[in-house]
């Protein structure tokens, strides 16, 4: 029989043992497909930022790893990245429709800092009255939050989370009739659309389901549907990846897109599925934020087969 102190202490042991399994590891500097990056791990998920691409590049679990995310390996097609890209807009206030600022898509920060597990990486100035860009990374228990913050700037500012999975992927949405959108969702410039459009034949990349809800598949032609604000969805190697939407500071100046803040960019030949949370237009010189959430479980139809 253990006596009570000895007791007491493998209680103690086993408690402390399993508060830091709940604790998030500190931002470790790694090499990642030969880029400098730095890796972070929560409650067996593991999540990887590319310092070369200014992004998270792998979010998974840790055993066995598996990434969730389209991760090109090399930088060679300086539009293939892929990862979490995080970009500013509305995308039609930009001096050209393509591509964006080499400070949002194509550089790395200006600077970094890891304190108190929150990962901060100061972008560079775009100019041309933009606010300042910070993105952020922490860990919530085993959600990764993923933050964008603004600062100064001189013209509105709408925050675009774009995260970027496999074409194979299939992304699910909740699709509420109104009279704004007859469908559930509206489409967006892109493909054969050229402008916001409520009302159009079903497209083949859009299978409906009991209770208002849409199933997305990649088809290789290009369609972007917006959804209003909820979370997404997809399953893709035994997962469900769950993109949702979480705080959001700052003063609103308008609603680009009528408010559907919820997108999903389906390519033609780019071999992508973009999960994108958008934010209402910030006023200028004031600070704003958004962040999403990301998290995954085991898919347990995957899981039974």
């Not at 990887?48 to 679990?61: A, D, K, Q, T, Y």
């Not at 995080?86 to 393509?98: D, E, F, M, N, S």
């Not at 559907?260 to 992508?272: A, D, I, S």
Request: hydrophobic share 45%.
């Amino acid at each position: 029989m253990l006596r009570p102190p000895v007791f007491v202490a493998l209680v103690c042991l086993l408690l402390t043992g399993l508060r830091a399994a709940d604790v998030a590891t500190g931002w470790q500097p790694v090499e990642w497909n030969g880029e400098r990056a730095l890796a972070s791990s929560s409650q067996g998920w593991k999540a990887i930022v590319s310092l070369e691409r200014s992004r998270l590049m792998f979010f998974g679990p840790a055993v066995p790893s598996t990434n969730l995310l389209l991760a090109p390996a090399t930088r060679d097609n300086r539009n293939y990245w892929g990862g979490h890209r995080l970009w500013l807009g509305p995308q039609a206030t930009w001096a050209k429709i393509w591509p964006p600022p080499d400070a949002w898509e194509y550089l790395g920060p200006e600077s970094f800092t890891t304190a108190d597990g929150v990962l901060r990486m100061l972008m560079p100035d775009a100019g041309n009255g933009w606010p300042r860009l910070t993105r952020t990374y922490r860990w919530d228990g085993p959600r990764l939050v993923c933050g964008a913050e603004l600062r100064g700037g001189t013209r509105p500012a709408q925050i675009i989370h774009i995260l970027q999975v496999p074409p194979e992927s299939v992304v699910l949405a909740g699709a509420t009739l109104e009279s704004a959108a007859p469908a559930g969702y509206v489409l967006l410039p892109g493909g054969t659309v050229a402008r916001f459009t409520a009302e159009f034949s079903p497209p083949p990349h859009v299978t409906p389901l009991a209770g208002h809800a849409v199933e997305l598949r990649h088809v290789e032609t290009v369609l972007k549907p917006g959804f209003r604000p909820q979370a997404l969805t997809a399953r893709l190697r035994g997962f469900s990846l769950r993109v949702q939407r979480g705080a959001m500071t700052g003063r609103s100046a308008s609603e680009p897109d009528a408010g559907f803040f919820t997108q999903v960019y389906l390519g033609g030949g780019e071999p992508f599925i973009e999960l994108e949370q958008l934010s209402p237009a910030w006023s200028p010189a004031e600070p704003a934020s958004f962040e999403i959430i990301l998290s995954a479980e085991r898919d347990q139809a995957a899981a039974a087969r």
